[in-house]
């Protein structure tokens, strides 16, 4: 079976790093991604990893470890815009994504 | 690249009527068309897989003679919602790619509210 843990919600200042865990148990790996969601909008692509370590895009990077069954989200120098939902995903062996309750961050002044 | 629209964005419907969702992949051919539902607060289930030509792959729970889907072409699936009832009022999300484990790609989700 599938199963995605991460927290629920998460409050973070203006400027500041930011990390955003996921732990995931999965019948076989193809991958783990992250999508960001603002409310009452659709989720977007943000990162795609499938091979362990940090992968960096811009002020977003995420992290993956397959023996530990853990990835992270790292947001870097925090701006209001960032306040959204996190939604850790893994791909299930029938190419549909199953999706973790997600993670709404906050990002305060 | 990689556009998915839907429409409409919204729609305001009476219990028992049937209402049409357009999912369609702008700059891609799409392999598979998801379809996905979420209400407040919660996190994206997944209703349906559908692959161009053939039969949708329902997920448990999920009525397949209320929630027809049709994915005519490699750029178009329909989501209908036959005999709406207020219970069905939620975000749908349609979302697509072009094969196996490739990224999904959403549309912009159609909040639908039934009377």
């Known amino acids: 079976g599938q199963n995605i843990d991460q927290p629920t919600e998460m409050t973070a200042t203006e400027g500041a790093i930011v990390q955003i865990n996921c732990t995931y148990q999965?019948?076989?790996?193809?991958?783990l991604f992250w999508y960001q969601q603002h409310a009452g909008e659709a989720p977007t692509f943000l990162s795609y990893?499938?091979?362990?370590g940090l992968e960096e895009k811009g002020r977003f990077s995420s992290f993956l470890s397959r023996s530990k069954g853990y990835s992270y989200l790292l947001l870097k120098e925090l701006q209001m815009k960032d306040s959204a939902s996190y939604l850790c995903?893994?791909?299930?062996?029938?190419?549909?994504?199953?999706f973790g309750t997600g993670t709404r961050l906050t990002v305060i002044p | 690249g990689a556009v998915v629209s839907q429409h409409p964005s919204w729609v305001i419907c009476k219990s028992g009527t049937s209402v049409k969702i357009e999912c369609r992949s702008l700059d891609f051919q799409a392999t598979t068309m998801f379809w996905y539902r979420q209400f407040p607060k919660q996190s994206l289930m997944l209703m349906a897989t559908?692959?161009?030509?053939?039969?949708?792959?329902?997920e448990q729970g999920v009525e397949k003679d209320k929630f027809l889907i049709n994915h005519a072409s490699l750029t178009l699936s329909t989501l209908t919602v036959t005999s709406a009832h207020p219970e069905d009022s939620s975000f749908y999300i349609c979302s697509a790619n072009t094969g196996p484990q490739d990224t999904q790609y959403f549309g912009p989700g159609t909040r639908l509210t039934v009377l």
């Open positions: 995903a893994a791909p299930t062996g029938a190419n549909n994504l199953f």
């Open positions: 990893n499938v091979l362990d």
């Open positions: 559908s692959n161009e030509g053939s039969k949708a792959t329902y």
């Open positions: 999965t019948s076989g790996f193809n991958g």
